[in-house]
Protein backbone atom coordinates (compact mmCIF):
# COMPACT_ATOMS: atom_id res chain seq x y z
CA UNK A 1 0.00 0.00 0.00
CA UNK A 2 2.94 2.29 1.21
CA UNK A 3 3.94 2.28 -2.36
CA UNK A 4 1.34 3.35 -4.02
CA UNK A 5 0.37 5.50 -1.60
CA UNK A 6 3.48 7.30 -2.02
CA UNK A 7 3.32 7.34 -6.09
CA UNK A 8 -0.02 9.02 -5.58
CA UNK A 9 1.98 11.65 -3.48
CA UNK A 10 3.86 12.03 -6.68
CA UNK A 11 0.90 11.96 -8.90
CA UNK A 12 -0.75 14.55 -6.79
CA UNK A 13 1.58 17.46 -6.86
CA UNK A 14 1.57 16.66 -10.82
CA UNK A 15 -2.11 17.21 -10.97
CA UNK A 16 -2.01 20.03 -9.11
CA UNK A 17 0.51 21.58 -11.15
CA UNK A 18 -1.48 21.34 -14.10
CA UNK A 19 -4.28 23.19 -13.25
CA UNK A 20 -1.38 25.76 -11.95
CA UNK A 21 -1.23 27.44 -15.14
CA UNK A 22 -3.18 30.55 -16.79
CA UNK A 23 -4.93 33.09 -14.89
CA UNK A 24 -8.22 33.68 -13.31
CA UNK A 25 -7.72 37.20 -14.41
CA UNK A 26 -7.73 36.31 -17.71
CA UNK A 27 -12.01 35.87 -17.73
CA UNK A 28 -13.88 33.63 -19.37
CA UNK A 29 -13.03 30.57 -22.00
CA UNK A 30 -16.52 30.52 -23.09
CA UNK A 31 -15.66 31.53 -26.41
CA UNK A 32 -13.09 28.57 -26.20
CA UNK A 33 -14.74 26.08 -24.34
CA UNK A 34 -18.51 23.65 -24.43
CA UNK A 35 -18.98 21.74 -21.67
CA UNK A 36 -20.12 18.67 -21.87
CA UNK A 37 -21.75 16.17 -18.99
CA UNK A 38 -20.18 16.69 -16.05
CA UNK A 39 -22.96 15.87 -13.69
CA UNK A 40 -23.39 12.36 -13.00
CA UNK A 41 -20.06 11.02 -14.27
CA UNK A 42 -19.65 7.82 -13.35
CA UNK A 43 -15.97 7.53 -11.49
CA UNK A 44 -14.71 4.55 -9.52
CA UNK A 45 -12.76 5.22 -5.95
CA UNK A 46 -10.71 3.59 -3.98
CA UNK A 47 -11.66 2.00 -0.61
CA UNK A 48 -10.09 3.37 2.37
CA UNK A 49 -8.57 0.10 4.50
CA UNK A 50 -5.52 -0.69 6.68
CA UNK A 51 -4.81 -4.32 6.49
CA UNK A 52 -2.73 -5.95 8.74
CA UNK A 53 -0.11 -5.91 6.28
CA UNK A 54 -0.19 -2.20 5.55
CA UNK A 55 0.00 -1.78 9.16
CA UNK A 56 2.87 -4.34 9.39
CA UNK A 57 4.71 -2.48 6.68
CA UNK A 58 5.02 0.68 8.00
CA UNK A 59 5.99 -0.11 11.29
CA UNK A 60 8.70 -1.73 9.66
CA UNK A 61 9.54 1.59 7.50
CA UNK A 62 9.71 3.13 11.02
CA UNK A 63 12.19 0.63 12.47
CA UNK A 64 14.53 1.12 9.51
CA UNK A 65 14.05 4.68 9.85
CA UNK A 66 15.39 4.31 13.49
CA UNK A 67 18.14 1.97 12.61
CA UNK A 68 22.09 2.77 13.97
CA UNK A 69 24.72 3.13 11.46
CA UNK A 70 27.92 1.38 13.23
CA UNK A 71 31.43 2.16 11.09
CA UNK A 72 33.25 -0.58 11.40
CA UNK A 73 37.03 -1.52 10.48
CA UNK A 74 37.83 -5.29 11.07
CA UNK A 75 35.89 -6.73 8.54
CA UNK A 76 34.87 -6.79 4.91
CA UNK A 77 31.75 -5.78 4.50
CA UNK A 78 28.76 -8.20 3.82
CA UNK A 79 25.11 -8.41 2.53
CA UNK A 80 23.29 -6.12 5.05
CA UNK A 81 25.69 -3.47 5.52
CA UNK A 82 25.53 -0.24 4.54
CA UNK A 83 28.80 1.19 2.44
CA UNK A 84 30.02 4.05 1.14
CA UNK A 85 31.65 4.02 -2.17
CA UNK A 86 33.35 5.50 -5.18
CA UNK A 87 32.99 4.35 -8.45
CA UNK A 88 34.09 4.90 -11.64
CA UNK A 89 32.06 2.69 -15.43
CA UNK A 90 33.56 2.56 -18.48
CA UNK A 91 32.68 0.60 -21.81
CA UNK A 92 35.59 -0.13 -23.92
CA UNK A 93 37.92 2.46 -21.54
CA UNK A 94 35.68 5.23 -21.90
CA UNK A 95 33.83 6.91 -19.32
CA UNK A 96 29.51 6.60 -19.70
CA UNK A 97 26.88 9.20 -18.94
CA UNK A 98 25.40 8.61 -15.32
CA UNK A 99 28.20 5.74 -14.75
CA UNK A 100 30.28 7.42 -12.13
CA UNK A 101 29.73 8.57 -8.53
CA UNK A 102 31.54 9.78 -5.49
CA UNK A 103 30.41 9.09 -1.82
CA UNK A 104 27.59 6.96 -2.92
CA UNK A 105 25.74 4.82 -0.35
CA UNK A 106 24.55 1.65 -1.41
CA UNK A 107 22.54 -1.03 0.90
CA UNK A 108 24.32 -4.54 0.15
CA UNK A 109 21.70 -6.85 -0.77
CA UNK A 110 18.51 -4.63 -1.18
CA UNK A 111 19.13 -5.09 -5.37
CA UNK A 112 19.91 -1.27 -5.53
CA UNK A 113 22.51 -2.15 -7.91
CA UNK A 114 22.43 -4.68 -10.92
CA UNK A 115 23.32 -7.57 -9.49
CA UNK A 116 26.46 -8.76 -10.91
CA UNK A 117 27.79 -5.09 -9.68
CA UNK A 118 26.07 -5.44 -5.90
CA UNK A 119 27.75 -9.19 -5.74
CA UNK A 120 31.46 -7.74 -6.95
CA UNK A 121 31.48 -5.23 -3.83
CA UNK A 122 30.22 -7.56 -1.42
CA UNK A 123 33.99 -8.96 0.10
CA UNK A 124 35.60 -5.54 -0.09
CA UNK A 125 37.40 -3.89 2.69
CA UNK A 126 37.85 -0.41 3.59
CA UNK A 127 40.33 1.34 1.44
CA UNK A 128 40.01 -1.46 -1.30
CA UNK A 129 39.82 -0.53 -4.49
CA UNK A 130 38.55 -3.16 -7.15
CA UNK A 131 37.56 -3.58 -10.52
CA UNK A 132 34.76 -4.95 -11.37
CA UNK A 133 32.84 -6.35 -14.84
CA UNK A 134 30.04 -6.96 -15.59
CA UNK A 135 26.89 -7.18 -18.50
CA UNK A 136 24.07 -5.05 -18.46
CA UNK A 137 20.70 -6.86 -19.31
CA UNK A 138 19.73 -6.83 -22.72
CA UNK A 139 16.47 -5.16 -21.86
CA UNK A 140 18.30 -2.29 -19.76
CA UNK A 141 17.86 -0.19 -22.12
CA UNK A 142 19.04 1.19 -25.81
CA UNK A 143 21.98 2.86 -25.48
CA UNK A 144 23.73 0.55 -22.58
CA UNK A 145 21.51 -2.70 -23.11
CA UNK A 146 23.87 -6.39 -23.42
CA UNK A 147 27.31 -4.29 -23.11
CA UNK A 148 30.39 -5.35 -21.11
CA UNK A 149 31.25 -2.44 -18.52
CA UNK A 150 34.44 -2.12 -16.31
CA UNK A 151 33.17 -0.23 -12.65
CA UNK A 152 36.40 0.89 -10.71
CA UNK A 153 35.06 0.73 -7.18
CA UNK A 154 36.42 2.12 -3.63
CA UNK A 155 35.06 1.22 -0.40
CA UNK A 156 35.39 4.37 1.43
CA UNK A 157 33.56 2.95 4.74
CA UNK A 158 31.81 0.42 6.05
CA UNK A 159 28.55 0.05 7.97
CA UNK A 160 27.03 -2.15 9.75
CA UNK A 161 23.23 -1.86 10.04
CA UNK A 162 21.78 -2.97 13.87
CA UNK A 163 17.59 -2.45 13.55
CA UNK A 164 15.84 -1.94 17.03
CA UNK A 165 13.52 -4.17 18.46
CA UNK A 166 9.71 -3.71 17.77
CA UNK A 167 8.54 -3.35 21.66
CA UNK A 168 7.00 -1.17 23.89
CA UNK A 169 10.19 0.52 25.38
CA UNK A 170 10.95 1.32 21.73
CA UNK A 171 7.75 2.96 21.02
CA UNK A 172 7.53 5.14 24.19
CA UNK A 173 10.92 6.20 23.01
CA UNK A 174 10.00 8.04 19.51
CA UNK A 175 6.10 8.61 20.47
CA UNK A 176 3.84 9.86 23.02
CA UNK A 177 2.51 6.06 23.41
CA UNK A 178 3.46 3.70 26.11
CA UNK A 179 2.27 0.38 24.26
CA UNK A 180 2.54 -0.75 21.21
CA UNK A 181 -1.28 -1.50 20.84
CA UNK A 182 -1.53 2.31 21.70
CA UNK A 183 0.87 3.18 18.52
CA UNK A 184 -0.69 1.09 15.91
CA UNK A 185 -4.12 2.24 16.87
CA UNK A 186 -3.32 5.69 16.38
CA UNK A 187 -1.06 4.77 13.34
CA UNK A 188 -3.92 2.95 11.70
CA UNK A 189 -5.89 6.09 12.29
CA UNK A 190 -3.33 8.31 11.14
CA UNK A 191 -3.19 6.02 7.63
CA UNK A 192 -6.59 5.92 7.05
CA UNK A 193 -7.01 9.75 7.41
CA UNK A 194 -3.76 9.92 4.91
CA UNK A 195 -5.50 7.03 2.53
CA UNK A 196 -8.86 8.87 2.54
CA UNK A 197 -7.75 12.11 1.86
CA UNK A 198 -5.72 10.74 -0.68
CA UNK A 199 -8.69 8.52 -2.15
CA UNK A 200 -11.12 11.49 -2.39
CA UNK A 201 -8.11 13.78 -4.60
CA UNK A 202 -7.82 10.80 -7.18
CA UNK A 203 -12.02 10.56 -7.26
CA UNK A 204 -12.41 14.10 -7.64
CA UNK A 205 -9.79 14.01 -10.23
CA UNK A 206 -10.84 11.38 -12.56
CA UNK A 207 -14.37 13.25 -12.35
CA UNK A 208 -12.57 16.28 -13.92
CA UNK A 209 -11.03 13.79 -16.23
CA UNK A 210 -13.90 12.09 -17.40
CA UNK A 211 -15.56 16.43 -17.47
CA UNK A 212 -13.08 17.52 -20.12
CA UNK A 213 -13.41 14.32 -22.01
CA UNK A 214 -16.70 15.17 -22.18
CA UNK A 215 -16.44 18.77 -23.56
CA UNK A 216 -15.76 20.41 -26.86
CA UNK A 217 -12.81 22.59 -27.54
CA UNK A 218 -12.64 25.21 -30.10
CA UNK A 219 -8.69 27.06 -29.84
CA UNK A 220 -7.23 28.55 -26.86
CA UNK A 221 -5.93 31.37 -25.82
CA UNK A 222 -1.96 31.86 -26.23
CA UNK A 223 -1.06 33.56 -23.30
CA UNK A 224 -2.40 30.54 -21.45
CA UNK A 225 -1.03 27.99 -23.65
CA UNK A 226 2.47 29.87 -22.75
CA UNK A 227 1.83 29.77 -18.88
CA UNK A 228 0.93 26.25 -19.05
CA UNK A 229 4.24 25.44 -21.31
CA UNK A 230 6.07 27.07 -18.19
CA UNK A 231 4.17 24.79 -15.86
CA UNK A 232 4.90 22.01 -17.94
CA UNK A 233 8.80 22.65 -17.80
CA UNK A 234 8.13 23.22 -14.45
CA UNK A 235 7.06 19.06 -13.61
CA UNK A 236 9.37 17.69 -15.96
CA UNK A 237 11.98 19.62 -13.76
CA UNK A 238 10.61 19.15 -10.69
CA UNK A 239 10.63 15.13 -12.07
CA UNK A 240 14.45 15.42 -13.00
CA UNK A 241 14.96 16.31 -9.77
CA UNK A 242 13.53 14.04 -8.05
CA UNK A 243 14.71 11.14 -9.88
CA UNK A 244 18.81 12.84 -9.92
CA UNK A 245 18.41 12.63 -13.52
CA UNK A 246 18.83 15.38 -16.15
CA UNK A 247 15.85 17.23 -17.65
CA UNK A 248 16.39 16.26 -21.73
CA UNK A 249 15.42 13.06 -19.88
CA UNK A 250 11.50 13.93 -19.76
CA UNK A 251 11.67 15.71 -23.18
CA UNK A 252 8.54 14.41 -25.57
CA UNK A 253 8.71 15.11 -29.62
CA UNK A 254 8.06 18.83 -30.31
CA UNK A 255 4.14 16.97 -31.31
CA UNK A 256 3.85 15.03 -28.13
CA UNK A 257 4.88 17.96 -26.36
CA UNK A 258 2.32 20.55 -27.49
CA UNK A 259 -0.51 17.63 -26.82
CA UNK A 260 0.66 17.29 -23.46
CA UNK A 261 0.17 20.75 -22.77
CA UNK A 262 -2.91 21.48 -24.53
CA UNK A 263 -4.53 18.65 -22.16
CA UNK A 264 -3.30 20.96 -19.43
CA UNK A 265 -4.76 23.87 -21.52
CA UNK A 266 -8.36 22.02 -21.51
CA UNK A 267 -8.50 21.55 -17.80
CA UNK A 268 -7.74 24.13 -16.47
CA UNK A 269 -10.48 25.80 -19.22
CA UNK A 270 -12.99 23.78 -17.68
CA UNK A 271 -12.16 23.92 -14.00
CA UNK A 272 -13.10 28.08 -15.03
CA UNK A 273 -16.23 27.42 -16.79
CA UNK A 274 -17.45 24.64 -14.12
CA UNK A 275 -16.40 27.27 -11.47
CA UNK A 276 -18.19 29.92 -13.17
CA UNK A 277 -21.43 27.98 -14.05
CA UNK A 278 -21.98 26.81 -11.08
CA UNK A 279 -20.95 29.57 -8.88
CA UNK A 280 -18.34 28.37 -7.24
CA UNK A 281 -15.44 30.81 -5.78
CA UNK A 282 -12.66 31.08 -3.28
CA UNK A 283 -13.34 33.75 -0.32
CA UNK A 284 -10.19 35.96 1.18
CA UNK A 285 -11.24 34.40 4.56
CA UNK A 286 -11.17 30.43 2.87
CA UNK A 287 -7.59 31.56 1.32
CA UNK A 288 -6.66 33.07 4.87
CA UNK A 289 -7.38 30.09 6.81
CA UNK A 290 -5.66 27.63 4.19
CA UNK A 291 -2.59 29.51 4.29
CA UNK A 292 -2.68 29.76 8.00
CA UNK A 293 -3.50 26.25 8.14
CA UNK A 294 -0.62 25.44 5.78
CA UNK A 295 2.43 27.76 6.15
CA UNK A 296 4.00 25.83 9.01
CA UNK A 297 3.82 22.39 7.22
CA UNK A 298 5.79 24.16 3.96
CA UNK A 299 8.19 24.91 7.08
CA UNK A 300 7.91 28.40 7.00
CA UNK A 301 7.63 30.68 10.12
CA UNK A 302 4.94 32.86 9.11
CA UNK A 303 2.30 33.79 6.91
CA UNK A 304 4.22 36.78 4.88
CA UNK A 305 7.14 34.29 4.72
CA UNK A 306 4.34 31.52 2.71
CA UNK A 307 3.24 34.62 0.62
CA UNK A 308 6.93 35.61 -0.51
CA UNK A 309 7.14 32.20 -2.71
CA UNK A 310 3.58 31.51 -3.15
CA UNK A 311 1.38 34.12 -4.99
CA UNK A 312 -1.87 34.21 -3.98
CA UNK A 313 -3.32 34.32 -7.29
CA UNK A 314 -1.74 30.33 -7.59
CA UNK A 315 -3.07 29.66 -4.18
CA UNK A 316 -7.01 30.61 -5.07
CA UNK A 317 -6.31 28.72 -8.53
CA UNK A 318 -5.24 24.96 -6.27
CA UNK A 319 -8.26 26.19 -4.11
CA UNK A 320 -10.66 26.58 -6.76
CA UNK A 321 -9.65 23.36 -8.63
CA UNK A 322 -10.42 21.78 -5.17
CA UNK A 323 -13.65 23.20 -4.97
CA UNK A 324 -14.49 21.68 -8.29
CA UNK A 325 -13.17 18.80 -7.78
CA UNK A 326 -15.30 17.96 -4.59
CA UNK A 327 -18.13 19.34 -6.44
CA UNK A 328 -18.16 16.29 -9.69
CA UNK A 329 -17.44 13.94 -6.93
CA UNK A 330 -20.68 14.92 -4.78
CA UNK A 331 -22.53 14.79 -7.98
CA UNK A 332 -21.08 11.79 -9.66
CA UNK A 333 -22.30 8.10 -9.64
CA UNK A 334 -19.22 5.98 -7.61
CA UNK A 335 -18.64 2.76 -7.20
CA UNK A 336 -16.05 1.91 -4.89
CA UNK A 337 -13.89 -0.50 -5.30
CA UNK A 338 -10.31 -2.23 -3.86
CA UNK A 339 -6.92 -0.66 -4.49
CA UNK A 340 -6.04 -3.71 -6.43
CA UNK A 341 -9.14 -3.05 -8.89
CA UNK A 342 -8.49 -0.06 -9.28
CA UNK A 343 -5.44 -0.13 -10.83
CA UNK A 344 -6.40 -3.35 -12.61
CA UNK A 345 -8.87 -1.32 -14.80
CA UNK A 346 -5.54 1.52 -15.37
CA UNK A 347 -3.28 -1.36 -16.31
CA UNK A 348 -5.26 -4.22 -16.46
CA UNK A 349 -4.30 -7.76 -14.61
CA UNK A 350 -1.28 -8.78 -13.76
CA UNK A 351 -2.23 -12.46 -15.21
CA UNK A 352 -2.96 -10.60 -18.55
CA UNK A 353 0.56 -9.24 -18.84
CA UNK A 354 2.92 -11.13 -20.97
CA UNK A 355 6.26 -12.05 -20.28
CA UNK A 356 8.04 -9.35 -21.63
CA UNK A 357 5.76 -7.15 -19.69
CA UNK A 358 6.86 -9.32 -16.48
CA UNK A 359 10.37 -8.92 -17.61
CA UNK A 360 10.33 -5.03 -17.43
CA UNK A 361 8.30 -4.64 -14.58
CA UNK A 362 10.61 -6.90 -12.37
CA UNK A 363 13.77 -4.92 -13.85
CA UNK A 364 12.14 -1.72 -12.75
CA UNK A 365 11.51 -2.76 -9.38
CA UNK A 366 14.61 -4.74 -8.78
CA UNK A 367 17.82 -3.92 -10.99
CA UNK A 368 19.98 -1.06 -10.33
CA UNK A 369 20.93 2.19 -11.39
CA UNK A 370 24.31 3.38 -11.46
CA UNK A 371 24.20 6.82 -10.36
CA UNK A 372 22.14 9.94 -10.65
CA UNK A 373 21.71 9.84 -14.23
CA UNK A 374 20.61 6.44 -14.38
CA UNK A 375 18.02 6.00 -11.51
CA UNK A 376 14.80 5.98 -13.71
CA UNK A 377 14.36 2.53 -13.55
CA UNK A 378 14.59 1.96 -10.14
CA UNK A 379 12.17 5.23 -9.08
CA UNK A 380 9.60 2.86 -7.81
CA UNK A 381 11.71 1.28 -5.36
CA UNK A 382 13.39 4.45 -4.39
CA UNK A 383 10.14 6.55 -3.76
CA UNK A 384 9.06 3.55 -1.77
CA UNK A 385 11.95 3.95 0.18
CA UNK A 386 11.60 7.76 0.96
CA UNK A 387 9.22 8.99 3.97
CA UNK A 388 6.11 10.51 4.28
CA UNK A 389 8.27 13.67 5.48
CA UNK A 390 10.58 13.82 2.90
CA UNK A 391 8.39 13.18 0.19
CA UNK A 392 6.74 15.81 0.99
CA UNK A 393 9.73 17.91 1.55
CA UNK A 394 10.87 17.47 -2.00
CA UNK A 395 6.96 18.27 -3.13
CA UNK A 396 6.97 21.18 -1.39
CA UNK A 397 9.80 22.58 -2.51
CA UNK A 398 8.96 22.54 -5.93
CA UNK A 399 5.37 23.85 -5.39
CA UNK A 400 7.58 26.50 -4.30
CA UNK A 401 9.70 27.26 -7.35
CA UNK A 402 6.77 26.86 -9.52
CA UNK A 403 4.27 28.18 -8.08
CA UNK A 404 6.13 31.85 -7.23
Known sequence: MKKNQTLFAVTLLAAGLLTSCGSSSSGT????????????VEITKIKSEVTD????????????????????????????????????????????????ATDYDLDLGEGYFIEELEEGIVGMETGETKDITMTFPEDYGEDLAGQEAVFTVTVNAIYEVTIPEYNDEFVASISDFTTTAEYEEDLKATLLEQMEESNDYMAGYDALAAAVANATFSGYPDELYDSCKET????????????????EDFELSEEDTKAAVEEMVYEKMVITAIAEKEKLTVTDDEYTDYVNDLYADYGYDSVEDFEADYSKESTMEELLQYKVQDFLVENASITEVS?????????????????????????????????????????????????????????????TETES
Do not use: H, P
Not at 29 to 40: E, F, H, P, S
Not at 77 to 92: A, K, S
Open 53 to 100: DTLQEEIEYLLEDNAEYNEITDRACQNGDMVNIDFTGTIDGEEFDGGS
Open 232 to 247: YDAINAMYAEMFGMDV
Open 339 to 399: EDEYYADLYGDEEDWDDEDLEEEELSEEEVLLDEDLEILDDVEELDETDTEETEEATESVD
Open 29 to 40: YGKYVTLGDYKG
